[in-house]
């Protein structure tokens, strides 16, 4: 079904559940539909000792033989996995071959790359701590506001890889407040607002669901003239 729907793609899923035996259920039907990744997240919920969270990663990277990633956002889910602990799964796992980075912290990039070596990719997963994260090493983005602005986001990215430090400050400083909205718990409707700004709604528009709500008034306000002045000094 997936490769129908996106030949030629590389349909990534991402894995969550508070239930273990969940989460490899999903893993393996997410196999079976044509995903050839998966990224993988904690359990929900439950708030687990290192043993039991990595009973439950090891139980879903072990679920199948595809390419995984292991996502670390400790403010979000609650759940820190520390560089050490990526090690172990990391020396578990040969399928085990990248982590979205989330911490908010760039000394985590050099955390991980002091333990890690070459072993896995580490991709920045704060949109407003890019520039840092590739100073740090990471080698990747997983981008929030791409569908908006992809042309600014593969530029933003290859010259920070490049060190060309005066051009990325340069844009980063433009883009940095739209950045700022993926790292609310709200991002998800702020996101969609920027979307809708650029004319990038998709077939679902900016609409969100229960318990997601679209903000308002002052709110609202501040976002649509923060998108509005970007769009006005977009070069």
């Known amino acids: 079904m997936v490769r129908a729907v996106a030949p030629g793609a590389f349909p990534l899923a991402a894995i969550a559940s508070a239930s273990t035996k969940e989460a490899v259920e999903l893993a393996r039907a997410a196999q ?3 995903c ?3 990224m993988v997240l904690p359990p929900y919920v439950y708030k687990g000792t290192w043993r039991e969270t990595k009973a439950h990663f090891d139980a879903v990277i072990a679920a199948t033989p595809l390419s995984c990633m292991l996502y670390n956002n400790p403010i979000a889910y609650g759940t820190d996995v520390l560089p050490a602990q990526v ?6 796992h040969a399928n085990l071959h990248a ?3 989330s911490s908010a912290d760039v000394r985590r990039v050099t955390g991980l790359r002091e333990v890690l070596g070459d072993r896995l ?3 920045v997963g704060v949109d407003d701590l890019l520039v840092e994260g590739v100073a740090a090493g990471a080698e990747g983005w997983i981008a929030g506001l791409v569908n908006a602005f992809p042309e600014e986001s ?3 990215f290859d010259l920070a890889r490049a060190g060309k430090r005066a051009e990325a400050e340069e844009l980063y400083h433009w883009f940095l407040p739209l950045l700022r909205m993926d790292t609310t718990f709200d991002f998800v409707q702020l996101i969609k607002l920027v979307q809708a700004g650029v004319g990038r709604t998709g ?3 900016p609409a969100v669901r229960p318990p997601r709500l679209h903000p308002e008034g002052a709110a609202r306000t501040e976002v649509e003239r923060t998108i509005a002045h ?3 000094t977009r070069r």
């Open 230 to 232: 970007a769009l006005a």
């Open 32 to 34: 079976a539909d044509g």
């Open 154 to 156: 593969v530029r933003l």
């Open 36 to 38: 050839t990744g998966l």
């Open 87 to 92: 090690a172990e799964l990391a020396r578990a």
């Open 203 to 205: 077939s679902g528009g």
């Open 99 to 101: 982590i979205k980075e």
């Open 121 to 123: 990719a580490i991709l």
